[in-house]
Nanobody, 120 residues
Framework: QVQLVESGGGLVQPGGSLRLSCAAS????????MGWYRQAPGKQRELVAV????????????VKGRFTISRDNAENPGYLKTVYLQMNSLKPEDTAVYYC?????????WGQGTLVAVSS
């Protein structure tokens, strides 16, 4: 079974930046998608950004232009192990628990979540 480990969350002031990392316990061959979702208090979990095995990306409208998802192992694009989420110009409404997600064929895996709090 694949496990996902997230890191990089924390408290930041509005306008600040954070970088989240998500590492799979092993390299994944030709995943469907790997990326980030978030869940704010009292709200449903929502997509933030995902990247495919072919390096195509998809972003929520609310983060376009501020967040960037990227991946490791660009020289061997068939395999994916770590994804990153660079978050700039953070807003209080970005406050949430951010979850890493991996979909590969019929398997879906979630990380344990990392808290991002944006507050002055």
């Amino acid at each position: 079974q694949v496990q996902l480990v997230e890191s990089g969350g924390g408290l930041v002031q509005p306008g600040g930046s954070l970088r989240l990392s998500c590492a799979a316990s092993r390299s994944i061959f030709s995943p469907n998608t790997m990326g980030w979702y978030r869940q704010a208090p009292g709200k449903q979990r929502e997509l933030v950004a995902v990247i495919t095995g072919g390096a195509s990306t998809n972003y929520a409208d609310s983060v376009k232009g501020r967040f960037t998802i990227s991946r490791d192992n660009a020289e061997n694009p068939g395999y994916l192990k770590t994804v990153y989420l660079q978050m700039n110009s953070l807003k209080p409404e970005d406050t949430a628990v951010y979850y890493c997600n991996l979909v590969v064929r019929d398997l879906e895996v979630w990380g344990q979540g990392t808290l991002v709090a944006v507050s002055s």
